[in-house]
Protein backbone atom coordinates (compact mmCIF):
# COMPACT_ATOMS: atom_id res chain seq x y z
CA UNK A 1 0.00 0.00 0.00
CA UNK A 2 2.85 2.68 0.98
CA UNK A 3 4.44 1.55 -2.47
CA UNK A 4 1.17 2.36 -4.53
CA UNK A 5 0.79 5.35 -2.58
CA UNK A 6 4.56 6.40 -3.50
CA UNK A 7 3.78 5.32 -7.01
CA UNK A 8 0.94 7.79 -7.21
CA UNK A 9 2.53 10.09 -5.94
CA UNK A 10 5.51 10.13 -8.45
CA UNK A 11 3.32 10.18 -11.30
CA UNK A 12 1.69 12.88 -9.80
CA UNK A 13 4.80 15.10 -9.76
CA UNK A 14 5.79 13.67 -13.03
CA UNK A 15 2.52 14.42 -14.57
CA UNK A 16 2.52 17.98 -12.82
CA UNK A 17 6.29 18.95 -14.08
CA UNK A 18 5.50 17.72 -17.56
CA UNK A 19 2.58 20.36 -17.45
CA UNK A 20 4.89 23.13 -15.96
CA UNK A 21 7.00 22.22 -18.85
CA UNK A 22 4.44 22.65 -21.35
CA UNK A 23 2.43 25.55 -19.84
CA UNK A 24 6.26 27.66 -19.85
CA UNK A 25 7.47 26.40 -23.26
CA UNK A 26 7.92 29.41 -25.68
CA UNK A 27 5.64 30.02 -27.82
CA UNK A 28 6.70 29.11 -31.60
CA UNK A 29 9.24 31.62 -33.22
CA UNK A 30 6.93 33.94 -36.23
CA UNK A 31 8.13 33.01 -39.73
CA UNK A 32 9.86 36.05 -41.08
CA UNK A 33 9.33 35.21 -44.78
CA UNK A 34 5.62 34.99 -45.27
CA UNK A 35 5.27 38.41 -42.99
CA UNK A 36 7.59 40.42 -44.02
CA UNK A 37 5.83 39.45 -48.20
CA UNK A 38 2.62 40.76 -46.36
CA UNK A 39 4.32 44.09 -45.30
CA UNK A 40 5.12 44.65 -49.12
CA UNK A 41 1.92 44.20 -50.04
CA UNK A 42 0.44 46.57 -47.61
CA UNK A 43 3.23 49.18 -49.16
CA UNK A 44 1.91 48.28 -52.48
CA UNK A 45 -1.39 48.89 -50.98
CA UNK A 46 -0.67 52.30 -50.29
CA UNK A 47 1.69 53.06 -53.15
CA UNK A 48 -1.65 51.90 -55.20
CA UNK A 49 -3.58 54.41 -53.53
CA UNK A 50 -1.55 57.12 -54.92
CA UNK A 51 -1.55 55.59 -57.82
CA UNK A 52 -5.36 55.95 -57.90
CA UNK A 53 -5.18 59.57 -57.26
CA UNK A 54 -3.47 60.22 -60.24
CA UNK A 55 -5.41 57.52 -62.49
CA UNK A 56 -8.20 60.44 -63.71
CA UNK A 57 -5.78 62.39 -64.73
CA UNK A 58 -3.60 60.14 -66.84
CA UNK A 59 -6.61 58.48 -68.44
CA UNK A 60 -7.06 62.25 -69.54
CA UNK A 61 -4.01 62.77 -70.86
CA UNK A 62 -3.27 59.27 -72.96
CA UNK A 63 -6.57 59.20 -74.32
CA UNK A 64 -5.00 60.61 -77.35
CA UNK A 65 -2.24 58.92 -78.94
CA UNK A 66 -0.15 62.14 -79.17
CA UNK A 67 0.54 61.79 -75.83
CA UNK A 68 1.77 58.35 -75.49
CA UNK A 69 5.49 59.21 -76.15
CA UNK A 70 5.17 63.00 -75.64
CA UNK A 71 8.38 63.57 -73.14
CA UNK A 72 10.00 60.26 -73.87
CA UNK A 73 12.39 60.53 -76.47
CA UNK A 74 14.30 63.42 -78.18
CA UNK A 75 13.84 63.25 -82.01
CA UNK A 76 13.95 65.43 -85.10
CA UNK A 77 10.82 66.09 -87.51
CA UNK A 78 10.04 67.81 -90.32
CA UNK A 79 8.09 70.90 -89.60
CA UNK A 80 5.81 72.97 -91.60
CA UNK A 81 6.05 76.78 -92.22
CA UNK A 82 8.53 78.94 -90.20
CA UNK A 83 9.00 82.21 -88.13
CA UNK A 84 11.57 84.37 -88.10
CA UNK A 85 14.34 83.28 -85.48
CA UNK A 86 14.87 85.41 -82.36
CA UNK A 87 17.43 87.57 -82.46
CA UNK A 88 21.33 86.04 -81.82
CA UNK A 89 23.68 87.54 -79.68
CA UNK A 90 26.35 89.49 -81.12
CA UNK A 91 29.54 88.96 -80.28
CA UNK A 92 29.60 91.68 -76.96
CA UNK A 93 26.61 89.62 -75.66
CA UNK A 94 23.93 92.13 -76.32
CA UNK A 95 20.86 90.49 -77.82
CA UNK A 96 20.20 93.78 -79.87
CA UNK A 97 19.67 94.01 -83.40
CA UNK A 98 18.69 97.28 -85.26
CA UNK A 99 15.36 98.12 -85.08
CA UNK A 100 12.84 97.86 -88.20
CA UNK A 101 11.45 100.90 -89.68
CA UNK A 102 8.33 100.26 -87.90
CA UNK A 103 9.65 99.69 -84.42
CA UNK A 104 8.01 102.39 -83.06
CA UNK A 105 4.70 100.94 -83.75
CA UNK A 106 5.42 97.70 -82.16
CA UNK A 107 6.94 99.56 -79.22
CA UNK A 108 5.13 101.81 -75.92
CA UNK A 109 7.26 104.55 -74.22
CA UNK A 110 6.62 103.35 -71.14
CA UNK A 111 8.34 103.85 -67.33
CA UNK A 112 10.15 101.21 -66.19
CA UNK A 113 7.89 101.74 -62.79
CA UNK A 114 4.62 101.64 -64.62
CA UNK A 115 1.69 99.01 -65.24
CA UNK A 116 0.42 97.59 -68.43
CA UNK A 117 -3.63 97.26 -68.16
CA UNK A 118 -3.92 93.96 -70.02
CA UNK A 119 -8.15 93.25 -70.64
CA UNK A 120 -9.12 90.12 -72.36
CA UNK A 121 -11.08 90.66 -75.71
CA UNK A 122 -14.73 88.97 -75.76
CA UNK A 123 -14.64 89.21 -79.56
CA UNK A 124 -12.10 86.02 -79.91
CA UNK A 125 -13.23 82.49 -80.39
CA UNK A 126 -12.92 80.11 -78.15
CA UNK A 127 -10.09 77.44 -78.84
CA UNK A 128 -10.83 75.11 -81.40
CA UNK A 129 -9.34 71.89 -79.96
CA UNK A 130 -9.45 72.28 -76.42
CA UNK A 131 -7.04 69.98 -74.38
CA UNK A 132 -9.19 67.84 -71.68
CA UNK A 133 -9.15 69.20 -68.02
CA UNK A 134 -9.19 67.34 -64.93
CA UNK A 135 -8.96 69.36 -61.67
CA UNK A 136 -6.23 68.07 -59.11
CA UNK A 137 -7.43 66.32 -55.82
CA UNK A 138 -4.86 69.63 -54.37
CA UNK A 139 -7.32 72.04 -55.44
CA UNK A 140 -10.62 70.26 -54.94
CA UNK A 141 -9.47 70.11 -51.45
CA UNK A 142 -8.09 73.16 -50.89
CA UNK A 143 -8.35 73.71 -47.08
CA UNK A 144 -6.84 69.72 -46.41
CA UNK A 145 -3.98 70.25 -48.99
CA UNK A 146 -2.90 73.79 -47.24
CA UNK A 147 -2.55 71.78 -43.90
CA UNK A 148 -1.03 68.83 -45.41
CA UNK A 149 1.55 71.40 -47.49
CA UNK A 150 2.68 72.91 -44.18
CA UNK A 151 6.63 73.30 -44.58
CA UNK A 152 8.22 71.72 -41.08
CA UNK A 153 11.35 72.14 -42.72
CA UNK A 154 13.21 73.37 -45.59
CA UNK A 155 11.65 70.69 -48.32
CA UNK A 156 9.96 69.06 -46.37
CA UNK A 157 6.09 69.00 -45.82
CA UNK A 158 3.52 67.89 -43.40
CA UNK A 159 2.38 65.08 -45.20
CA UNK A 160 6.25 63.83 -46.33
CA UNK A 161 6.51 64.19 -42.80
CA UNK A 162 3.61 61.75 -42.03
CA UNK A 163 4.43 59.15 -44.72
CA UNK A 164 8.09 59.14 -43.20
CA UNK A 165 6.88 58.42 -39.44
CA UNK A 166 4.10 55.87 -40.87
CA UNK A 167 6.95 54.09 -42.85
CA UNK A 168 9.32 54.27 -39.63
CA UNK A 169 6.37 52.78 -37.70
CA UNK A 170 5.69 50.28 -40.48
CA UNK A 171 9.15 48.92 -40.08
CA UNK A 172 9.41 49.12 -36.33
CA UNK A 173 6.31 46.37 -36.18
CA UNK A 174 7.99 44.37 -38.75
CA UNK A 175 11.37 44.36 -37.59
CA UNK A 176 10.04 43.94 -33.61
CA UNK A 177 6.87 41.91 -33.76
CA UNK A 178 6.97 38.94 -31.43
CA UNK A 179 11.19 37.99 -31.63
CA UNK A 180 13.81 38.40 -29.18
CA UNK A 181 16.48 40.71 -30.96
CA UNK A 182 18.72 39.39 -28.08
CA UNK A 183 18.15 35.69 -28.88
CA UNK A 184 16.90 35.80 -32.91
CA UNK A 185 18.35 38.91 -34.38
CA UNK A 186 17.55 37.32 -38.12
CA UNK A 187 14.59 39.33 -37.96
CA UNK A 188 16.61 42.87 -38.32
CA UNK A 189 18.22 41.36 -41.70
CA UNK A 190 14.79 40.40 -43.56
CA UNK A 191 14.06 44.15 -43.54
CA UNK A 192 16.70 45.61 -45.49
CA UNK A 193 16.34 42.98 -48.07
CA UNK A 194 12.48 43.40 -48.25
CA UNK A 195 12.97 47.32 -48.87
CA UNK A 196 15.20 46.76 -51.77
CA UNK A 197 12.96 47.24 -54.70
CA UNK A 198 11.84 50.60 -53.47
CA UNK A 199 15.36 52.02 -52.48
CA UNK A 200 16.67 50.70 -55.95
CA UNK A 201 13.12 51.41 -57.80
CA UNK A 202 13.31 55.12 -56.77
CA UNK A 203 16.67 55.81 -57.48
CA UNK A 204 15.70 54.98 -61.31
CA UNK A 205 15.56 58.15 -63.70
CA UNK A 206 12.99 56.36 -65.89
CA UNK A 207 11.14 55.50 -62.45
CA UNK A 208 7.79 52.97 -63.02
CA UNK A 209 5.95 54.06 -60.13
CA UNK A 210 6.47 57.60 -61.11
CA UNK A 211 5.17 57.54 -64.69
CA UNK A 212 2.20 56.07 -62.95
CA UNK A 213 1.78 58.66 -60.71
CA UNK A 214 2.88 61.30 -62.86
CA UNK A 215 5.74 62.60 -60.85
CA UNK A 216 9.80 63.15 -62.26
CA UNK A 217 12.62 60.96 -60.59
CA UNK A 218 13.95 64.33 -58.86
CA UNK A 219 10.63 64.74 -57.18
CA UNK A 220 10.69 60.88 -55.42
CA UNK A 221 14.54 60.66 -54.85
CA UNK A 222 13.29 61.48 -51.16
CA UNK A 223 11.90 58.47 -51.12
CA UNK A 224 15.07 56.57 -51.75
CA UNK A 225 17.40 58.53 -49.39
CA UNK A 226 14.75 57.89 -46.60
CA UNK A 227 14.64 54.35 -47.48
CA UNK A 228 18.27 53.50 -47.69
CA UNK A 229 19.06 55.01 -44.47
CA UNK A 230 15.96 53.00 -42.63
CA UNK A 231 17.57 50.06 -44.60
CA UNK A 232 21.34 50.69 -43.35
CA UNK A 233 20.42 51.45 -40.10
CA UNK A 234 18.55 47.85 -39.95
CA UNK A 235 21.59 45.74 -41.44
CA UNK A 236 24.31 47.24 -39.23
CA UNK A 237 21.62 46.49 -36.12
CA UNK A 238 21.08 42.96 -37.81
CA UNK A 239 24.77 42.66 -37.76
CA UNK A 240 25.78 44.04 -34.20
CA UNK A 241 23.30 41.87 -32.82
CA UNK A 242 24.74 38.43 -34.39
CA UNK A 243 28.15 39.60 -33.22
CA UNK A 244 27.24 40.59 -29.67
CA UNK A 245 25.57 36.86 -29.63
CA UNK A 246 28.52 35.14 -30.73
CA UNK A 247 30.81 36.71 -28.66
CA UNK A 248 29.64 35.39 -25.65
CA UNK A 249 29.26 31.95 -27.11
CA UNK A 250 31.83 29.13 -26.96
CA UNK A 251 34.79 30.28 -30.30
CA UNK A 252 33.83 33.80 -30.39
CA UNK A 253 32.32 35.22 -33.28
CA UNK A 254 35.41 33.25 -35.39
CA UNK A 255 33.69 29.85 -34.94
CA UNK A 256 30.69 30.97 -36.05
CA UNK A 257 31.70 33.06 -39.08
CA UNK A 258 30.61 30.97 -42.34
CA UNK A 259 30.76 31.38 -46.12
CA UNK A 260 26.83 33.19 -45.81
CA UNK A 261 27.86 35.34 -43.42
CA UNK A 262 30.81 36.40 -44.92
CA UNK A 263 28.66 37.66 -47.83
CA UNK A 264 26.66 39.39 -45.29
CA UNK A 265 29.46 41.30 -44.21
CA UNK A 266 30.08 42.40 -47.61
CA UNK A 267 26.61 43.55 -47.94
CA UNK A 268 27.14 45.50 -44.94
CA UNK A 269 30.02 47.23 -46.01
CA UNK A 270 28.55 47.97 -49.63
CA UNK A 271 25.57 49.73 -48.03
CA UNK A 272 27.21 51.46 -45.55
CA UNK A 273 30.00 52.80 -48.38
CA UNK A 274 26.56 53.63 -50.24
CA UNK A 275 25.51 55.63 -47.01
CA UNK A 276 28.74 57.33 -46.47
CA UNK A 277 29.57 58.63 -49.84
CA UNK A 278 25.73 60.31 -50.40
CA UNK A 279 25.92 62.19 -47.22
CA UNK A 280 25.20 65.78 -49.17
CA UNK A 281 28.97 67.33 -48.41
CA UNK A 282 30.63 64.17 -49.81
CA UNK A 283 28.57 63.72 -52.54
CA UNK A 284 29.10 67.98 -53.87
CA UNK A 285 32.67 68.01 -53.06
CA UNK A 286 33.75 65.12 -54.52
CA UNK A 287 30.76 63.97 -57.48
CA UNK A 288 33.17 61.50 -58.76
CA UNK A 289 33.99 59.55 -56.01
CA UNK A 290 30.25 59.60 -55.02
CA UNK A 291 29.30 58.46 -58.66
CA UNK A 292 31.55 55.58 -58.80
CA UNK A 293 31.18 53.94 -55.54
CA UNK A 294 27.21 53.96 -55.75
CA UNK A 295 27.28 52.36 -58.98
CA UNK A 296 29.84 49.85 -57.96
CA UNK A 297 28.58 49.06 -54.65
CA UNK A 298 24.98 48.89 -55.91
CA UNK A 299 25.95 46.45 -58.06
CA UNK A 300 28.27 44.43 -55.91
CA UNK A 301 25.63 44.46 -52.95
CA UNK A 302 23.14 42.67 -54.85
CA UNK A 303 25.33 39.60 -55.60
CA UNK A 304 26.38 39.85 -52.14
CA UNK A 305 22.81 39.85 -50.32
CA UNK A 306 21.73 36.43 -52.65
CA UNK A 307 24.77 34.45 -51.46
CA UNK A 308 24.17 35.43 -47.45
CA UNK A 309 20.36 34.49 -47.94
CA UNK A 310 18.23 32.59 -50.13
CA UNK A 311 15.28 34.89 -49.11
CA UNK A 312 17.00 37.64 -50.96
CA UNK A 313 16.94 36.07 -54.56
CA UNK A 314 13.06 37.38 -55.67
CA UNK A 315 13.74 40.51 -54.13
CA UNK A 316 17.34 41.24 -56.25
CA UNK A 317 15.27 39.50 -59.36
CA UNK A 318 13.01 41.95 -58.82
CA UNK A 319 15.32 44.82 -58.37
CA UNK A 320 17.37 43.36 -61.64
CA UNK A 321 14.21 43.85 -63.58
CA UNK A 322 13.43 47.36 -62.80
CA UNK A 323 16.98 48.76 -62.99
CA UNK A 324 17.62 46.41 -66.13
CA UNK A 325 14.56 48.14 -68.07
CA UNK A 326 15.95 51.69 -66.58
CA UNK A 327 19.03 50.99 -68.14
CA UNK A 328 17.90 49.65 -71.75
CA UNK A 329 15.25 52.96 -71.47
CA UNK A 330 18.51 55.45 -70.97
CA UNK A 331 20.42 54.00 -73.82
CA UNK A 332 18.17 54.40 -75.73
CA UNK A 333 16.77 58.26 -74.32
CA UNK A 334 20.90 58.97 -75.14
CA UNK A 335 21.77 60.91 -77.94
CA UNK A 336 24.95 62.34 -78.80
CA UNK A 337 24.94 65.80 -81.00
CA UNK A 338 26.47 68.81 -82.41
CA UNK A 339 25.37 72.08 -80.22
CA UNK A 340 26.35 75.59 -80.45
CA UNK A 341 27.75 77.40 -77.41
CA UNK A 342 26.97 81.20 -77.31
CA UNK A 343 27.95 83.00 -74.16
CA UNK A 344 25.97 85.90 -72.08
CA UNK A 345 28.21 87.88 -70.39
CA UNK A 346 25.23 89.93 -68.80
CA UNK A 347 23.99 86.65 -66.97
CA UNK A 348 27.07 84.54 -66.97
CA UNK A 349 25.31 82.46 -68.88
CA UNK A 350 26.29 79.65 -71.67
CA UNK A 351 23.13 79.76 -74.26
CA UNK A 352 23.59 75.91 -75.77
CA UNK A 353 21.33 75.32 -78.60
CA UNK A 354 20.87 72.03 -80.48
CA UNK A 355 18.67 72.40 -83.90
CA UNK A 356 19.18 68.94 -84.95
CA UNK A 357 16.87 67.98 -81.72
CA UNK A 358 13.61 69.99 -82.11
CA UNK A 359 10.76 67.56 -80.28
CA UNK A 360 10.13 65.31 -78.49
CA UNK A 361 10.08 67.30 -74.45
CA UNK A 362 7.28 68.53 -72.65
CA UNK A 363 7.67 72.22 -71.28
CA UNK A 364 9.06 72.22 -67.97
CA UNK A 365 10.96 69.17 -68.52
CA UNK A 366 15.13 68.91 -68.14
CA UNK A 367 17.57 66.47 -69.83
CA UNK A 368 21.22 65.69 -68.36
CA UNK A 369 24.02 66.84 -71.02
CA UNK A 370 27.77 65.69 -71.13
CA UNK A 371 29.72 68.26 -72.94
CA UNK A 372 32.45 65.92 -74.93
CA UNK A 373 34.92 68.90 -75.09
CA UNK A 374 38.79 68.59 -73.73
CA UNK A 375 38.21 72.08 -72.41
CA UNK A 376 35.97 70.79 -69.86
CA UNK A 377 38.86 69.38 -68.16
CA UNK A 378 40.19 65.83 -67.62
CA UNK A 379 37.55 64.41 -66.16
CA UNK A 380 34.77 67.15 -66.96
CA UNK A 381 33.64 65.32 -69.84
CA UNK A 382 32.36 62.38 -67.47
CA UNK A 383 30.07 64.69 -65.76
CA UNK A 384 26.51 64.63 -66.56
CA UNK A 385 24.00 67.33 -65.43
CA UNK A 386 21.10 68.47 -65.09
CA UNK A 387 19.31 71.25 -67.04
CA UNK A 388 15.95 72.77 -67.22
CA UNK A 389 14.58 73.02 -70.91
CA UNK A 390 14.21 76.63 -72.32
CA UNK A 391 12.41 76.00 -76.00
CA UNK A 392 9.15 74.54 -76.75
CA UNK A 393 8.83 71.45 -78.63
CA UNK A 394 7.81 71.45 -82.35
CA UNK A 395 8.69 75.08 -82.67
CA UNK A 396 9.16 76.17 -86.48
CA UNK A 397 12.07 78.60 -85.26
CA UNK A 398 15.05 76.71 -86.39
CA UNK A 399 16.56 76.97 -83.05
CA UNK A 400 15.45 73.60 -81.79
CA UNK A 401 16.38 72.38 -77.87
CA UNK A 402 17.64 75.04 -76.24
CA UNK A 403 19.59 75.38 -72.76
CA UNK A 404 20.91 77.91 -70.84
CA UNK A 405 23.08 77.12 -68.09
CA UNK A 406 24.50 79.72 -65.76
CA UNK A 407 28.03 79.60 -63.69
CA UNK A 408 27.47 78.14 -60.59
CA UNK A 409 30.45 75.48 -59.72
CA UNK A 410 33.33 74.24 -61.77
CA UNK A 411 31.83 72.49 -64.51
CA UNK A 412 29.27 75.34 -65.49
CA UNK A 413 32.52 77.69 -65.12
CA UNK A 414 34.74 75.61 -67.54
CA UNK A 415 31.70 75.46 -70.05
CA UNK A 416 31.39 79.26 -70.56
CA UNK A 417 34.82 79.32 -70.83
CA UNK A 418 34.30 76.90 -73.59
CA UNK A 419 31.99 79.20 -74.99
CA UNK A 420 33.86 82.14 -74.94
CA UNK A 421 36.51 80.69 -77.11
CA UNK A 422 34.16 81.63 -80.67
CA UNK A 423 34.21 80.64 -83.62
CA UNK A 424 32.90 84.02 -86.06
CA UNK A 425 30.92 83.13 -89.06
CA UNK A 426 29.51 85.80 -91.12
CA UNK A 427 25.79 85.33 -90.18
CA UNK A 428 24.86 84.47 -86.66
CA UNK A 429 27.59 85.97 -84.07
CA UNK A 430 29.99 84.47 -82.35
CA UNK A 431 29.10 80.82 -81.37
CA UNK A 432 31.20 77.54 -80.75
CA UNK A 433 30.76 73.83 -82.46
CA UNK A 434 30.80 71.22 -79.86
CA UNK A 435 29.73 67.51 -79.39
CA UNK A 436 27.24 66.93 -76.54
CA UNK A 437 25.44 63.83 -75.12
CA UNK A 438 22.01 64.24 -74.52
CA UNK A 439 19.89 62.04 -71.66
CA UNK A 440 16.22 62.30 -71.43
CA UNK A 441 14.14 64.09 -71.09
CA UNK A 442 12.63 63.73 -67.56
CA UNK A 443 10.87 65.43 -65.17
CA UNK A 444 7.83 68.00 -66.18
CA UNK A 445 4.33 68.68 -65.25
CA UNK A 446 3.34 64.92 -65.51
CA UNK A 447 -0.06 64.12 -65.76
CA UNK A 448 -1.12 67.51 -65.74
CA UNK A 449 -1.27 69.25 -69.04
CA UNK A 450 -0.86 72.84 -68.69
CA UNK A 451 -2.92 74.18 -71.52
CA UNK A 452 -5.88 72.61 -70.26
CA UNK A 453 -5.94 75.57 -67.60
CA UNK A 454 -7.75 78.93 -68.10
CA UNK A 455 -5.11 80.89 -66.32
CA UNK A 456 -1.32 80.29 -65.97
CA UNK A 457 0.91 82.61 -63.36
CA UNK A 458 4.62 81.80 -63.71
CA UNK A 459 7.62 83.24 -61.54
CA UNK A 460 10.58 82.75 -61.98
CA UNK A 461 13.93 83.26 -60.19
CA UNK A 462 17.48 83.80 -61.49
CA UNK A 463 18.11 81.14 -64.07
CA UNK A 464 14.90 79.60 -62.72
CA UNK A 465 13.85 81.48 -66.00
CA UNK A 466 14.06 78.44 -68.47
CA UNK A 467 11.19 76.59 -67.01
CA UNK A 468 8.97 80.01 -67.07
CA UNK A 469 10.25 80.51 -70.99
CA UNK A 470 9.65 77.21 -72.26
CA UNK A 471 5.95 77.11 -70.46
CA UNK A 472 4.87 80.24 -72.21
CA UNK A 473 5.96 79.72 -75.15
CA UNK A 474 4.18 76.16 -74.93
CA UNK A 475 0.99 77.81 -73.78
CA UNK A 476 1.37 80.71 -76.70
CA UNK A 477 2.12 78.38 -79.54
CA UNK A 478 -0.59 75.86 -78.49
CA UNK A 479 -2.65 78.96 -77.80
CA UNK A 480 -2.23 80.10 -81.85
CA UNK A 481 -3.02 76.77 -82.77
CA UNK A 482 -6.61 77.04 -80.82
CA UNK A 483 -5.57 73.86 -78.80
CA UNK A 484 -4.85 75.81 -75.49
CA UNK A 485 -7.44 77.35 -72.74
CA UNK A 486 -5.74 79.55 -71.48
CA UNK A 487 -6.51 83.16 -71.51
CA UNK A 488 -4.67 84.68 -69.45
CA UNK A 489 -0.68 84.34 -68.67
CA UNK A 490 1.25 86.15 -66.27
CA UNK A 491 4.98 85.59 -66.24
CA UNK A 492 7.31 87.11 -62.61
CA UNK A 493 10.57 87.29 -63.33
CA UNK A 494 12.89 88.49 -60.48
CA UNK A 495 16.48 88.70 -61.30
CA UNK A 496 18.96 90.98 -59.44
CA UNK A 497 20.63 93.49 -61.93
CA UNK A 498 18.35 94.96 -64.55
CA UNK A 499 20.74 94.32 -67.22
CA UNK A 500 20.12 90.63 -66.99
CA UNK A 501 16.87 91.68 -68.74
CA UNK A 502 18.75 92.38 -71.82
CA UNK A 503 19.31 89.12 -73.92
CA UNK A 504 15.87 88.36 -73.01
CA UNK A 505 14.02 91.35 -74.90
CA UNK A 506 14.18 89.82 -78.32
CA UNK A 507 12.38 86.37 -76.84
CA UNK A 508 9.69 88.37 -75.00
CA UNK A 509 9.01 90.34 -77.93
CA UNK A 510 8.41 87.31 -80.34
CA UNK A 511 6.59 85.96 -77.64
CA UNK A 512 4.29 88.59 -77.14
CA UNK A 513 3.76 89.38 -81.08
CA UNK A 514 2.51 85.67 -81.13
CA UNK A 515 0.14 86.57 -78.85
CA UNK A 516 -1.59 89.31 -80.72
CA UNK A 517 -4.97 88.94 -82.62
CA UNK A 518 -5.23 85.22 -80.01
CA UNK A 519 -7.07 83.59 -77.55
CA UNK A 520 -3.92 84.55 -75.02
CA UNK A 521 -3.24 87.63 -73.34
CA UNK A 522 0.79 88.08 -72.19
CA UNK A 523 1.89 90.11 -69.45
CA UNK A 524 5.48 90.05 -68.63
CA UNK A 525 6.40 91.72 -65.02
CA UNK A 526 10.14 91.99 -64.27
CA UNK A 527 11.51 92.89 -60.91
CA UNK A 528 15.13 93.65 -59.90
CA UNK A 529 16.75 94.04 -56.43
CA UNK A 530 20.30 95.45 -56.60
CA UNK A 531 19.94 99.07 -56.49
CA UNK A 532 20.87 101.26 -59.38
CA UNK A 533 22.53 104.57 -58.57
CA UNK A 534 23.09 105.48 -62.38
CA UNK A 535 20.34 107.03 -64.75
CA UNK A 536 22.82 106.17 -67.40
CA UNK A 537 21.88 102.32 -66.98
CA UNK A 538 18.25 102.56 -67.39
CA UNK A 539 18.24 104.78 -70.18
CA UNK A 540 17.88 101.51 -72.58
CA UNK A 541 14.94 100.14 -71.12
CA UNK A 542 12.83 103.54 -71.28
CA UNK A 543 11.02 102.07 -74.35
CA UNK A 544 10.04 98.24 -73.24
CA UNK A 545 7.92 96.42 -75.66
CA UNK A 546 3.98 96.74 -75.04
CA UNK A 547 3.54 93.88 -72.50
CA UNK A 548 7.21 93.95 -70.22
CA UNK A 549 7.41 96.14 -67.29
CA UNK A 550 10.41 96.44 -65.35
CA UNK A 551 9.92 97.73 -61.59
CA UNK A 552 12.53 97.91 -58.72
CA UNK A 553 12.13 95.70 -55.02
CA UNK A 554 10.87 92.17 -55.07
CA UNK A 555 7.59 91.73 -56.83
CA UNK A 556 4.26 91.28 -54.85
CA UNK A 557 3.23 87.81 -55.26
CA UNK A 558 0.02 87.89 -53.72
CA UNK A 559 -1.05 91.09 -55.63
CA UNK A 560 0.14 89.71 -58.72
CA UNK A 561 -2.14 85.82 -58.39
CA UNK A 562 -5.24 87.91 -57.09
CA UNK A 563 -4.71 89.99 -60.66
CA UNK A 564 -4.37 86.61 -62.65
CA UNK A 565 -7.51 84.92 -61.20
CA UNK A 566 -9.67 88.06 -61.31
CA UNK A 567 -8.83 88.72 -65.43
CA UNK A 568 -9.10 84.77 -65.62
CA UNK A 569 -12.62 85.22 -64.25
CA UNK A 570 -13.28 87.96 -66.35
CA UNK A 571 -13.02 85.91 -68.94
CA UNK A 572 -16.05 83.26 -68.28
CA UNK A 573 -17.84 84.98 -70.86
CA UNK A 574 -16.12 83.22 -73.83
CA UNK A 575 -16.58 79.76 -72.21
CA UNK A 576 -19.40 78.81 -70.17
CA UNK A 577 -16.72 77.06 -67.67
CA UNK A 578 -13.34 78.22 -66.37
CA UNK A 579 -10.68 75.66 -65.58
CA UNK A 580 -8.31 77.01 -62.87
CA UNK A 581 -5.37 78.40 -62.63
CA UNK A 582 -2.16 76.68 -62.17
CA UNK A 583 1.03 78.65 -60.61
CA UNK A 584 4.41 77.28 -61.93
CA UNK A 585 7.61 78.77 -59.96
CA UNK A 586 11.49 77.80 -60.69
CA UNK A 587 13.95 79.18 -58.55
CA UNK A 588 15.42 79.42 -54.56
CA UNK A 589 13.58 77.33 -52.49
CA UNK A 590 12.94 80.34 -50.86
CA UNK A 591 11.13 81.38 -53.25
CA UNK A 592 9.18 78.62 -54.06
CA UNK A 593 8.00 78.31 -50.24
CA UNK A 594 6.28 81.90 -50.73
CA UNK A 595 4.87 81.15 -53.78
CA UNK A 596 3.55 78.25 -52.31
CA UNK A 597 2.28 80.52 -48.99
CA UNK A 598 0.86 82.66 -51.42
CA UNK A 599 -1.63 80.24 -53.56
CA UNK A 600 -2.65 78.64 -49.68
CA UNK A 601 -3.60 82.33 -48.35
CA UNK A 602 -5.52 82.63 -51.69
CA UNK A 603 -9.62 83.70 -50.37
CA UNK A 604 -11.63 80.95 -50.92
CA UNK A 605 -13.97 83.25 -53.36
CA UNK A 606 -11.72 83.88 -55.88
CA UNK A 607 -10.44 80.51 -55.82
CA UNK A 608 -14.11 79.12 -56.63
CA UNK A 609 -14.41 82.43 -59.37
CA UNK A 610 -11.99 79.94 -61.26
CA UNK A 611 -12.85 76.56 -60.19
CA UNK A 612 -9.44 76.16 -57.95
CA UNK A 613 -5.43 77.07 -58.27
CA UNK A 614 -3.09 74.31 -58.51
CA UNK A 615 0.73 74.98 -57.86
CA UNK A 616 3.53 73.34 -59.87
CA UNK A 617 6.38 73.85 -57.92
CA UNK A 618 10.01 73.40 -60.42
Known amino acids: MPSATASA ?3 HASSTSTASKTTTAAPPELDAEPFFREIDIILIGVA ?13 RFKHLSEWFAGCFFRSVQLE ?16 QEKPADANAEEQSISVYSNVDLTFSPDLESPKNPPPYIPAWTSIFPTVNGILETKIRPGYSLWKVL ?3 GYMVAMMYAALFEVNLFTSPARLGFLPVSQLPIIYIMATKNNVFGALIGQGYEKLNWIHRYVGRVAVLAINLHALAYFAKWANEPGGVAAHMETNHVWGCVAMGCMDILWLFSISAVRQMYYHLFFVTHSIAAVVLLIAVCYHEDFAIPYVAIVAAFYGLDRVLRLVQTRIVNAELRPIPELGMT ?3 IPSVNAGWRAGQHVRIRVLSSGMGLLGWMESHPFTIASVSKHPNEEGLVLMVKKAGDWTAKLFDVAQRTEYREVGGPTRNIKVMLN ?9 IVTSFSGAMLVAGGSGITYALSTVQELVSKGAEGASRTRVVELVWCITDPSALVPFLPIFSTMLDETRGTYTSLHISVHYTRAIVSDEAMKMFERLPLGVTLTPGRPRLQKALEGVVDRTAASRGVEDRLTGVVVGVCGPMALGEQVGQVVRRLDSERRSAVNGVE ?3 E
Do not use: D, T
Open 48 to 60: GFFILLALPRAIA
Open 440 to 448: GPYGGPGHA
Open 9 to 11: SAA
Open 615 to 617: LHE
Open 163 to 165: LMV
Open 81 to 96: GSSRRPRRARSNGSSF
Open 351 to 353: RIE
